[in-house]
């Protein structure tokens, strides 16, 4: 299933992946900010802007590393760190969505759902350089739920979206991340609006998407089940 409940198509053999594996290391030789590195073939309206200025909120941050490679974390908070996920995350992403109070409107995955979820992800980074996040607590590094932008072809819109582990409820942290990334996505795409495509009845999401400022937009229909499009003007 996608964010929404929605089936997936069957996943690509991992030996048969049209990106490079692995999220690009930060590699110091080379001129253009993070997220614009690995990008290749025509690009889309949806694109980065300008690749010759760094991001604002881009960090390099090459001493803190993961277990094999350092991480390159696209977006800080005041409490929070942001990087795009990789395949990597499978074991998480399966777990964070096990969970029936967060898999209530967006599903669960088994692991092949997962893996094909994050190697679309890991694509969109490398295509379009943006994508989801993982995001990770300042404070202990732990990873406490996902949250970033999604071009939606059917829709030809970007959504941002959040999803977080029932036990970090509460504390204003997908407030927090998504304000970054909506922030972060008016600075560097050429995007009237974001969406942020939600089931009339998740009403913890809506009061999310309130509290950023979005209002509705339009009512849609995905994957067959009614779904509300709330939507921000570029400010
Ligand atoms: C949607 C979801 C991310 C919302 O989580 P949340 O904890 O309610 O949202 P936040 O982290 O922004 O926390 C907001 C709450 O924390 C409180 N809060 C505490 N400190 C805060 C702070 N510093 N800043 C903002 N809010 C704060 C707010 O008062 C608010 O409480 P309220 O909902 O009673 O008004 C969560 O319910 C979830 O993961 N659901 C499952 C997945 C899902 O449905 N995703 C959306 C798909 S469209």
């Not at 996943?11 to 990106?19: E, H, I, T, Y």
């Not at 490079?20 to 980065?48: A, F, I, S």
């Not at 994508?131 to 300042?138: I, M, N, S, T």
């Not at 998504?178 to 009403?203: E, K, Q, S």
Request: hydrophobic residues 35%; charged residues 25%.
């Amino acid at each position: 299933m996608n964010d929404h409940g929605v089936r997936h198509r069957a996943p690509q053999p991992l030996s048969k992946r049209r990106f490079p594996g692995p999220t690009p290391t930060v590699d110091r030789n080379d001129p253009r900010p993070p997220l614009n590195r690995g990008r290749r073939g025509p690009q889309k309206p949806h694109d980065l802007v300008d690749g010759s200025r760094p991001p604002p909120n881009s960090l390099d941050l090459p001493g803190m590393q993961s277990h094999t490679r350092s991480i390159r974390y696209v977006i800080e908070t005041e409490r929070l760190f942001l990087r795009p996920l990789t395949v990597d995350d499978v074991d998480t992403i399966v777990d964070l969505h096990a969970d029936p109070r967060v898999n209530q409107f967006v599903g669960s995955y088994t692991r092949a759902e997962a893996l094909a979820r994050l190697t679309t992800i890991e694509r969109q980074w490398n295509e379009r350089g943006h994508g989801q996040c993982a995001v990770e607590l300042k404070s202990t590094g732990e990873l406490i739920g996902r949250s970033g932008l999604r071009y939606w072809d059917e829709f030809d819109e970007t959504e941002v979206g959040w999803t977080f582990r029932a036990e970090h409820w509460g504390h204003g942290y997908a407030t927090e991340a998504a304000r970054a990334c909506v922030d972060w996505g008016f600075a560097h795409l050429p995007i009237d609006y974001l969406t942020a495509m939600i089931r009339p009845a998740n009403l913890a999401s809506i009061r999310v998407a309130e509290r950023l400022g979005f209002s509705v937009r339009r009512d849609d229909v995905l994957g067959n089940e009614p779904i509300t499009i709330f939507a921000l003007n570029r400010p």
